[in-house]
């Protein structure tokens, strides 16, 4: 019950800032810019969307291969785009990376370490957004006066900070877990070597490096194709780091995957370009919708995987 809460509330949140929107955006307009929307760019936006699965695959089997779990790049794929699916299009408590996880870490009792290699793999991406971030606001003035900006950078830093400490913990200091149940400390200590070990190899961080930013550089392209599209005049370099910005932005867990929180980010940062209201969500809602119809292919490749694996459950003790 406490999970449905979660969940209901944050449904709650979404609907109510899509609704503040809907409310204060010249509805006419907004659909009049939808319908400029081509079938030829969707496919594009879906071919960048594939790109990007592709380059995070290679990112995670490189965090895999530390701890000798060797699945093929396909089957990483089928993975990735199974927890893609739960991730985007359902509002389970269970979470994709934690379903993508247990799928990964079958037949074996390195379940702790392949969700770390996860945790990594998101992190390193999240590290990357906020580089380009902070280097958007540099390459764009203007944006440095926009209100904000500033502290969700500022927030990521302390997390990035945080994470560091942990990182870098001395098996000495690790000894405070003894304090928690049994079943966490263990889990936590596992997590946080693990976390150590990445930081000290360089060239699965190299990789991890430049394939985050090259994800990021296929999402803000995503949104620029839309762009065009919408007649929304900016460049790519002030769109990747208003993309970059409302990146960080959803990463707080107020609402349903980010919906509604998006869109006001969207609208909050295009809006000091000169861009109208209703082009900003109609730009956020189109990637988003076009991201939802891809996420689909998740669920077709997770039925033929409870097909291949009769009696499948998702439990992290398998």
């Known amino acids: 019950m406490h999970n449905l809460s979660k969940v209901l509330l944050r449904a709650g949140v979404s609907i109510g800032l899509l609704a503040l929107l809907l409310f ?19 496919l594009y936006c879906m071919m960048l969307i594939s790109v990007g699965v592709l380059v995070s695959v290679l990112k995670w089997k ?13 089957s990483l794929v089928r993975l990735y785009m199974i927890g893609l699916f739960f991730n985007n299009l359902l509002p389970t408590s269970v979470g994709g990376d934690f379903v993508r996880a ?3 870490s079958r037949g074996t009792q390195l379940f702790p ?48 900070l945080s994470l560091g400490v942990l990182t870098f913990w001395s098996r000495a200091r690790l000894a405070v ?38 994800f990021q550089i296929l999402v803000a392209a995503t949104y620029f194709v839309v762009a065009k599209d919408l007649a929304v005049d900016i460049g790519f370099g002030a769109l990747l780091a208003v993309v970059s910005l409302v990146t960080l932005l959803t990463v707080l867990p107020v ?10 980010g969207f609208v909050y940062l295009l ?9 900003a969500v109609a730009l956020s809602l189109t990637v988003y919708s076009i991201v939802m119809i891809f996420s689909l292919i998740g669920w077709v490749v997770f039925v033929r995987w409870q097909r291949e694996n009769p009696g499948l459950i998702l439990s992290a003790n398998k």
């Open 113 to 160: 370490e392949v969700l770390t290699t996860i945790f990594a793999e998101r992190f390193s991406g999240l590290f990357a957004v906020a580089c380009y971030g902070v280097i958007g606001l540099f390459l764009t003035p203007s944006l440095l006066n926009v209100k904000g900006s500033g502290l969700i950078l500022a927030g990521f830093v302390i997390v990035a």
């Open 255 to 264: 609402s349903l995957n980010g919906l509604g929180l998006r869109e006001f």
């Open 24 to 42: 204060s955006v010249d509805i006419t307009a907004l659909v009049v810019a939808v319908a400029r929307i081509r079938f030829t760019t969707v």
């Open 102 to 104: 247990i799928l990964a």
């Open 62 to 74: 490189s965090f895999l291969a530390l701890h000798s779990i060797n699945h093929g790049t396909r």
């Open 177 to 214: 877990l003894k304090y928690l149940p049994e079943k966490i400390s263990e889990l936590c200590e596992r997590c946080a070597l693990c976390l150590r070990l990445y930081a000290g190899n360089r060239p699965v961080l190299l990789q991890a490096t430049w394939t985050s930013f090259f």
């Open 271 to 279: 809006g000091h370009f000169g861009i109208k209201s209703a082009d």
